[in-house]
């Protein structure tokens, strides 16, 4: 079955230091890729597929097959990055979107 | 354009009633999906909805159903409703089903109690 593993359900980290959040997808075939992010009260926001290979707000993520992981990447934290953050996946298959269970990234000044 | 819009926003309702919740798409988009949201859980696929014809359900029990209409405005309806079904409903809009991004709603909050 298609599963989503977002392994971390806080991280913390001060200003400036590096960010990785990890997720791992199962899935046989050709899976899509999102991160979608929910900053507080707000509405959930898609904030980058990896068809697109572009970096939003400073973060990136790659799609490695081998070790099926689509973790999100930030060089350097803002505050303003402190967020909810979800892993999705498509299967070209089913069509459904498939999110992990989330990571709340908080970034202390 | 006006973003997704769920009413009603909050619903309280005891066991064994039944709810139905309303999303309006974004203006031009066909496609609605509906998700449950809850702290164990996290966010569970319902269903998906285009031209008034469900391409996809997640695996929930008969008891969710839901309908689109010739506007693309979406219900969905919970019976018999239980303790475990309280959440946060979300609907998203997308303009067609496939690789097109979804635009999520504000949600709409039930209490079963």
């Known amino acids: 079955a298609q599963r989503v593993t977002q392994p971390e359900k806080l991280l913390s980290v001060f200003k400036g230091a590096p960010v990785e959040l990890k997720c791992n997808y199962s899935?046989?075939?050709?899976?899509?890729l999102f991160w979608y992010v929910q900053y507080s009260r707000q509405r959930l926001q898609l904030l980058l597929r990896?068809?697109s290979r572009e970096s939003i707000k400073g973060f990136t993520a790659d799609l490695n097959k081998g070790e099926t992981s689509f973790h999100l990447k930030k060089p350097f934290a803002q505050e303003e990055d402190s967020a909810m953050y979800y892993c999705a996946s498509r299967s070209v298959n089913t069509d459904k979107l498939i999110f992990g269970t989330g990571t709340r990234l908080q970034v202390f000044p | 354009k006006a973003g997704v819009t769920q009413t009603p926003r909050y619903l309280i309702k005891t066991r064994g009633q039944q709810v139905t919740l309303s999303c309006s798409p974004i203006?031009?988009?066909?496609?609605v999906s509906w998700y449950q949201q809850t702290p164990g859980q996290g966010l569970q696929f319902l269903f998906e909805?285009?031209?008034?014809?469900?391409?996809n359900k997640g695996n929930f029990p008969g008891r969710f159903s839901g309908r689109q209409f010739s506007n693309s405005r979406s219900e969905m309806n919970v019976s018999t409703l239980e303790l475990g079904d309280s959440a946060l409903y979300l609907c998203a809009s997308s303009f067609e089903w496939g690789v097109y991004e979804q635009y999520f709603g504000p949600g709409t909050r039930l209490t079963v109690t």
């Open positions: 899935y046989s075939g050709s899976p899509e």
């Open positions: 909805y285009f031209s008034e014809t469900q391409r």
């Open positions: 990896h068809i």
């Open positions: 203006s031009g988009h066909r496609s």
